[in-house]
């Protein structure tokens, strides 16, 4: 049987900042990406957030970010390979911290919004990303996205990685994310999504903005949790999961 798992980008919120729905989503998903202090969340929101997943059953993820909270860690920045060493460090550190407190453990770390981009297409940056996560617990999943930089980073450092698909974004012929920049760059339509999906996990291809198929490996799908139908929309992706046989546990 087939099987993926399915994550959510959650503890988005800041102070009196309230972002997604945290508690509605956590019931659809099997892994959560936790934000760390940096594009988002709080030290409050963080141990929040873990309560929650603890509560549902739900593997903890680290979700580090770029250090803007302005613009949600989705502009890009000239950081420095140490940089992104360092800075992903501080953040996964201070989530396993408050984990082990609730009396859970992060599993993976995902990186957020521009840096996971960046990443992506960088050698230097997603190896100082892997190096750092290895370092600081080698049973750490590096989670990337699939067919990028990310996979041959965790391959070369030497920890375990998990191939991650989009449900709600666009692809390039070349297998990468369509920018958010562009008008066609997000799905908002359940059925679109579910069938995306469905390409991606049962046929292992996805159809790009240009109609040409790329072959895709999904260990785990991504579903943002700050979108406003970000529940619905993940009950009706897994329900077609479901439907087409595909068992849905969290990635290990």
């Not at 940096?38 to 997943?53: I, N």
């Not at 992903?88 to 957020?112: D, F, N, P, T, W």
């Not at 960046?118 to 892997?130: R, T, V």
Request: charged letters at 20%; proline letters at 2%; glycine letters at 10%.
């Amino acid at each position: 049987m087939r099987h993926v798992d399915f994550n959510a980008d959650c503890g988005e919120s800041f102070g009196v900042y309230t972002l997604g729905n945290d508690s509605e989503i956590l019931t659809e998903v099997t892994s959560a990406n936790i934000a760390c202090g940096y594009h988002a969340g709080d030290p409050k929101t963080m141990r929040e957030t873990v309560r929650l997943a603890l509560r549902n059953g739900v593997q903890i993820g680290a979700h580090p970010g770029l250090l803007d909270l302005v613009g949600f860690g989705r502009r890009n920045m000239d950081i420095s390979p140490e940089e992104a060493y360092d800075l992903v460090q501080y953040q996964v550190g201070a989530l396993m911290a408050i984990a082990r407190a609730e009396g859970g453990e992060v599993k993976h770390v995902k990186a957020h919004g521009a840096l996971y981009t960046m990443a992506a297409k960088s050698e230097a940056l997603a190896h100082a990303i892997a190096r750092s996560v290895y370092d600081t617990d080698d049973r750490l999943v590096l989670y990337g996205l699939a067919g990028s930089e990310w996979v041959r980073a965790g391959e070369r450092v030497g920890i375990q990685t998990a191939s991650e698909v989009f449900a709600d974004r666009t692809y390039e012929p070349e297998g990468s994310l369509t920018s958010r920049k562009q008008p066609d760059a997000l799905i908002t339509d359940d059925t679109i999504a579910a069938q995306q999906v469905i390409d991606m996990v049962v046929h292992g291809q996805v159809t790009a903005t240009d109609g040409s198929k790329v072959s895709m490996k999904a260990d785990t799908i991504c579903i943002h949790g700050d979108g406003p139908g970000a529940v619905s929309f993940a009950r009706v992706v897994r329900g077609a999961l479901t439907d087409a046989g595909v068992s849905i546990h969290a990635f290990s």
